[in-house]
Nanobody, 123 residues
């Protein structure tokens, strides 16, 4: 099992940027796929994007071109760079890991989760 801790959330105005960090401990992330999910009040948790063990990335249409996921295996860390933020991006953001190395969009396929970090975008 890998322990995940998100950080970097906060409040920002529309058009601004934030970088979220997902730091892992307990096991190396290098063989894991890591995804970011988000959950807004009253809504279901949704896939934001993910990065495979080999560095391939995929994104939800709603964030494509604005968000970028990267990983630093030496630091056992994955990042979510969020640019051109919109009020509809407001949510609690979670990182999650699965050991098979391939990104999947279903949250049911991830075993290890962080506690989440709040992102609030004001208009």
């Amino acid at each position: 099992q890998v322990q995940l801790v998100e950080s970097g959330g906060g409040s920002v105005q529309a058009g601004g940027s934030l970088r979220l960090t997902c730091a892992a401990s307990g096991r190396t992330l290098s063989n894991y796929a890591v995804a970011w999910f988000r959950q807004a009040p009253g809504k279901e948790r949704e896939f934001v994007g993910g990065i495979s063990w080999s560095g391939n990335t995929g994104y939800a249409d709603s964030v494509k071109g604005r968000f970028t996921i990267s990983r630093d295996n030496a630091k056992n860390t994955v990042y979510l760079q969020m640019n051109s933020l919109k009020p509809e991006d407001t949510a609690v953001y979670y990182c999650a890991a699965r050991p098979t190395g391939v990104v999947r969009t279903s949250d049911q396929l991830y075993d290890d989760w962080g506690q989440g970090t709040q992102v609030t975008v004001s208009s």
